[in-house]
Antibody, heavy 122, light 108 residues
Framework: EVQLVESGGGLVQPGGSLRLSCAAS????????MSWVRQAPGKGLEWVSA????????YYVDSVKGRFTVSRDNSKNTLYLQMNSLRAEDTAVYYC???????????????WGQGTLVTVSP | EIVLTQSPGTLSLSPGERATLSCRAS???????LAWYQQRPGQAPRLLIY???NRATGIPDRFSGSGSGTDFTLTISRLEPEDFAVYYC?????????FGQGTKLEIK
C-alpha cells in the first residue's frame, strides 16, 4: 500500500525558513517523480515543485523559484522541500504527491499525503 | 500558462441525480492530458480520471470523463452521498501544471 506522510509544517515568521519532509513507502521510490502541491486556506490547489526519480531534474512554479528547493534522499525514501524567505502568501497546506509514471513523469498525481500546514505570520 | 476554468462554481443536486461538471482550458490540452480529482472536506485530493476519460484504480464506474481540445466534462451518473465534495481538473501537458478553481458539489 502506497503511503506518503508529510511532516515539518508549523508557524514561521515572514522571511523565515522551514523544511518539509515526506516519507514514502509501498512503492519503489527512486522510480517515480514526486511533487509538492499546496492549498491555501479555503482555496484551490497549486502545483509548487517537482523532482525526477533520480533527483537530477527539478521544477518550480515561478512564484517560488529562488526561494524553495526540492530534493530527495532515495536511500531514505524521503522527499524534502526547503522553504526560505517565506511570505504570508505561502501559507497553505502542503501535500506531497506521487507521479503515476515510472522512469519519467507526467506531473499528475495518483497518490497524495495528508498534508502539513505551513503558516507564515508575524 | 494554461488557465483552466471550471463551471459551475457550485452545483446543488440530490442523491440519485446526474451531475455534469465542466472544465474549459485557455488553450488546447493536447493528448487529452487532463485529470480530475475529488476532495472531501479535511481530506487530500483523490485521483478520479486521467487522460480525460480513464478511471483511476478503484474509482466506481458512475464516474466518467470526456472531452478533448479545450472542453472537458466530468459526469457522475447517479450521485451517492459520499460524492458531495469539491472537484478539480488539472492539465499536465504544459508547465507549470495548473488546476481549475474547483466545483463544489453540494446536497440540495
Amino acid at each position: 500500500e502506497v503511503q506518503l506522510v508529510e511532516s515539518g509544517g508549523g508557524l514561521v515568521q515572514p522571511g523565515g525558513s522551514l523544511r518539509l519532509s515526506c516519507a514514502a513507502s509501498g512503492f519503489t521510490f527512486n522510480s517515480y517523480a514526486m511533487s509538492w502541491v499546496r492549498q491555501a486556506p479555503g482555496k484551490g490547489l497549486e502545483w509548487v515543485s517537482a523532482i525526477s526519480g533520480s533527483g537530477s531534474n527539478t521544477y518550480y512554479v515561478d512564484s517560488v523559484k529562488g526561494r524553495f528547493t526540492v530534493s530527495r534522499d532515495n536511500s531514505k525514501n524521503t522527499l524534502y522541500l526547503q522553504m526560505n524567505s517565506l511570505r504570508a502568501e505561502d501559507t497553505a497546506v502542503y501535500y506531497c504527491a506521487k507521479d503515476p509514471r515510472s522512469s519519467g513523469y507526467y506531473f499528475y498525481f495518483d497518490y497524495w499525503g495528508q498534508g502539513t500546514l505551513v503558516t507564515v505570520s508575524p | 500558462e494554461i488557465v483552466l476554468t471550471q463551471s459551475p462554481g457550485t452545483l446543488s443536486l440530490s442523491p440519485g441525480e446526474r451531475a455534469t461538471l465542466s472544465c474549459r482550458a485557455s488553450q488546447s490540452v493536447s493528448s487529452s492530458y487532463l485529470a480530475w480529482y475529488q476532495q472531501r472536506p479535511g481530506q487530500a485530493p483523490r485521483l478520479l480520471i486521467y487522460g480525460a476519460s480513464n478511471r483511476a484504480t478503484g474509482i466506481p464506474d458512475r464516474f466518467s470523463g470526456s472531452g478533448s481540445g479545450t472542453d472537458f466534462t466530468l459526469t457522475i451518473s447517479r450521485l451517492e452521498p459520499e460524492d458531495f465534495a469539491v472537484y478539480y481538473c488539472q492539465q499536465y501537458v504544459d508547465s507549470p501544471r495548473t488546476f481549475g478553481q474547483g466545483t463544489k458539489l453540494e446536497i440540495k
